[in-house]
């Protein structure tokens, strides 16, 4: 069974950037999307983006000047990076998988990791 | 971009039925996803496109949809089913998906 982990800094200053890893275990990285998703504290559910395993992207919107997913096959990981944090940014960060012929539907989802921007 | 807009709580005594709805435009396009957290962990699909119901999911749980609203119905509540439920469906102007604001189901 896939299990996803995210890694990284759970706290980042203002304007820095925040990043963070997925780690996949137990099953392929290749022929998958791979997304991220956050949640602010009490508040709903966001899409940030996803990357298929070749490496195509898609980005929301809202966010899309400051975003950047990528993608390493050999280590069965994806990054997220997001730039010029502000305290809005403040969230629990989900990594999450999901199939080709059901992009929207996340079968998988890592634990999540809280991400506090503070000074 | 589409937005979906769920009722905010709803309550259902032990056993009953409970319909839990999403409306939004693009559910005129686009079926649903529906997915259940609990507090602290992280959400887990319970239910997805026109009739598909992941593995290891009780049968209780059933999704339909008609026109603009789409409804997450769990048959036969049980106390273990208290949680906040989101709907995502693909957002009409976007290759993106967007959630609703959720639903905080409570058993009674």
């Known amino acids: 069974q896939v299990q996803l982990q995210e890694s990284g800094p759970g706290l980042v200053k203002p304007s820095e950037t925040l990043s963070l890893t997925c780690t996949v275990s137990?099953?392929?990285?290749?022929?998958?999307?791979w997304n991220w998703i956050r949640q602010p504290p009490g508040k709903g559910l966001e899409c940030i983006g996803y990357i298929y395993y070749s490496g195509s992207t898609k980005y929301n919107p809202s966010l899309k000047s400051r975003v950047t997913i990528s993608v390493d096959t050999s280590k069965n990981q994806f990054s997220l990076k997001l730039s010029s944090v502000t305290a809005a940014d403040t969230a629990v960060y989900y990594c999450?998988?999901?199939?080709?012929?059901?992009?929207?539907?996340?079968?998988?989802w890592g634990q999540g990791t809280l991400v506090t921007v503070s000074s | 971009s589409s937005e979906l807009t769920q009722d905010p709580a709803v309550s259902v005594a032990l056993g009953q039925t409970v319909r839990i709805t999403c409306q939004g435009d693009n559910l005129r396009s686009y079926y649903a996803s529906w997915y259940q957290q609990k507090p602290g962990q992280a959400p887990v699909l319970v239910f997805f496109?026109?009739?598909n119901r992941p593995s290891g999911i009780p049968d209780r749980f059933s999704g339909s949809s008609s026109r603009d609203t789409a409804s997450l119905t769990i048959a036969g509540a049980q106390a273990e089913d208290e949680a906040d439920y989101y709907c995502s469906s693909r957002d009409s102007s976007d290759n993106l998906w967007v959630f609703g604001g959720g639903t905080k189901l409570t058993v009674l």
């Open positions: 137990g099953g392929s990285i290749s022929n998958y999307y």
């Open positions: 999450a998988r999901s199939s080709r012929t059901a992009m929207g539907s996340y079968d998988a």
């Open positions: 496109d026109k009739n």
